[in-house]
DNA sequence: CGCCTATCCTACAACGTTGTAGACTCACCT
DNA sequence: AGGTGAGTCTACAACGTTGTAGGATAGGCG
């Protein structure tokens, strides 16, 4: 059996609130006593029971996080990186997977199931901005991502927009004229792909370059067989094309395997850029040019975001939106002018 | 505030017991006492403080997950599969990231910062077998991977002799003589390294196949880098080979790519098989042969393994050892004889 | 008719912690 | 000498839940 206080207040011959004021640095305590009571913490090895402690004081010390899926190599990232900036905080974190799905993610914001963590980090997949509603809820939450603006609480995302027209623009800034975009979603103005198309017919725009449709592939999903198929189609269908711009590295890299599948040689013939800076770009062939999005400024924002609101120390501020800052990294697949 | 116990009762009008034994499915009740406890609840959205549950029973229902890095790949995979296990078992996971660091493990393991878990599932990259001591210790704790064998507590792992064996034999059967293994660690015995490198040993052993030191590439990390930096060296130090081993998949990507830089048509003049069937080996180009290790079977057997000890059901049964069915997958890196 | 058992419910204590209120000592000031 | 205040410590209650023991009612049996 664990010792408690009362076994350590024993023996130390001292109360147990004594014990509990040496353990939380309370100040007044003799030196001798609070010698006593550490050699007798020490000694049975005593350990605070933290259900008791949460159940005194409301907290838990730990946040949840739900993301989509750790399989996407994003979301692993991204949780590594929240792991380590909830360390940072004193904080643990407890991890759920929603599998992008709609239900499942309004079932994670109206269960009672995480009734042991103080917040949420919450990235949701399949919700859109009409479901923004759902995240009025009566504990601390941080929305992650892109599917939803203007909702009622903070949130952390990238900069989509200002990064894909950069990321575009580097395109462009290489002497490529007709740039073909993977992963856009039909009819979608919110979201990675609604605000990532939007910055790359910005930078079209820009540069006095008319925005042609043909050169848009459409896909449900960003995996990286979505990034192959929408290659096929584009190569089939023979539309003219010098770059592409994959709406995340995955894409990207589907894509490049079947442009070189197909004979063409990357830079040389399509230069390529991805998004999202996963180590795999730093290692495939070519390596992959990206958007760095910030993720551990996105990683370390949320968790102090989340920390402040859960110590309710900011009151009644109202919801704040953050943008990291983004970084376009050139590697071999974009080197080359046209 | 949220609503408790007590609150309901007064609301139903009966004890605070009589809606616990609600919730709690306890036989003895009368249907229309429990249908009025059960709008009770419904009506101020009542549920339970899992702080004062765990207070009260000693358990959390949140076990602990300790591995090196999400940002490794086949560990994120590992942890969904792990997270997916658990929910179907009713529990939570908490992941902490050790970064493979034996300190970082042995701190896990001795400090009192995962109290609010009732168990650990524990994958040590940097402790050697010459630790298994320090996995004495008095919470509920199984073993995953292959640094550690023989110690005192249950132990699941995938077949790592045998299936590099039958990776090696599957290479051999496409009528490649020469193969090459890359991540092999000097001097080790017990660890992937060792137990893939004695199987690849037996295979060539099976086969007549004299062991060539040469072909022999030894890593300090598992990283593409890695695999990389070794194929360099091979190829410089003139080595003839038709085929190549990678003690994972990320080192066989790696390589492939140096590989592929060199001219080395794959697998026409190399031949190349991972281990660990990440997700990226399915869109590489060419696709990668690899050993499906049982991910989801190790996830599945840990975690009941786990719960099994938690419940303390087993007892005193002494340590187990468990090993998942491994799996050869051929895609096109492996797929011509030679 | 009285006893026994099954059903349904309640009061109370306990899990281990921390906040509150207050007791006691001692030095210091008026 | 009495009052004040800081320092040190303790007793008690409370957080919300569940196990234990037992009370009350009703039906079945000898």
Redesign the pocket.
């Known amino acids: ?2 010792a ?3 076994d350590v207040a024993l023996a130390a ?6 014990v ?2 040496v ?2 640095d309370y ?4 030196a001798d ?2 010698q006593r009571v550490m050699e007798a913490i020490a000694e049975l090895g ?1 350990s ?2 933290l259900s ?2 949460s ?3 409301g907290r838990t010390g730990v946040i949840g996080l739900a993301v989509p899926e750790l399989s996407l190599s994003y979301f692993a990232e991204l949780a590594g990186s929240i792991i380590k900036a909830a360390e940072r905080r004193g904080l643990k974190v407890l991890i759920e997977q929603t599998g992008g799905d709609r239900s499942h993610e309004l079932e994670i914001l109206s269960s009672p199931r995480l009734q042991m963590t103080d917040g949420l980090l919450f990235s949701p997949l399949g919700m859109s901005n009409e479901d923004a509603h759902h995240l009025n809820v009566n504990f601390p939450l941080v929305l992650l991502g892109e599917r939803i603006f203007g909702g009622p609480t903070d949130h952390v995302t990238m900069s989509n927009v200002e990064s894909a027209r950069a990321a575009t623009a580097h395109l462009l800034s290489k002497g490529r004229r007709r740039i073909a975009v993977v992963g856009a979603h039909e009819g979608e103005v919110i979201g990675s792909a609604g605000l990532r198309l939007q910055g790359y017919r910005q930078a079209l725009e820009e540069a006095g370059i008319a925005f042609e449709p043909e050169l848009v592939a459409y896909t449900t999903f960003w995996h990286r067989a979505n990034g192959a198929r929408s290659m096929r189609e584009l190569l089939e269908a023979g539309v003219a094309f010098d770059a592409v711009f994959g709406m995340n590295d995955t894409l990207a890299l589907g894509a490049m395997r079947v442009l070189q599948e197909a004979g063409r040689r990357i830079p040389d013939d399509v230069a390529v850029i991805g998004f999202d800076d996963l180590d795999e770009g730093r290692y495939s062939l070519p390596t992959l040019s990206t958007i760095d999005p910030g993720r551990d400024e996105i990683a370390d924002t949320a968790v102090r975001v989340l920390q402040e609101r859960i110590s309710g120390r900011d009151g009644e501020t109202p919801p704040r939106e953050f943008e990291a800052r983004f970084q376009v990294i050139e590697r071999e697949s974009s080197a080359l002018p046209a």
């Open positions: 059996m664990a408690t206080l009362k011959g001292v109360s147990i609130k004594t509990s004021n353990i939380n100040q007044h305590i003799r006593t609070k005593y605070p029971n008791a402690r159940l005194r004081s």
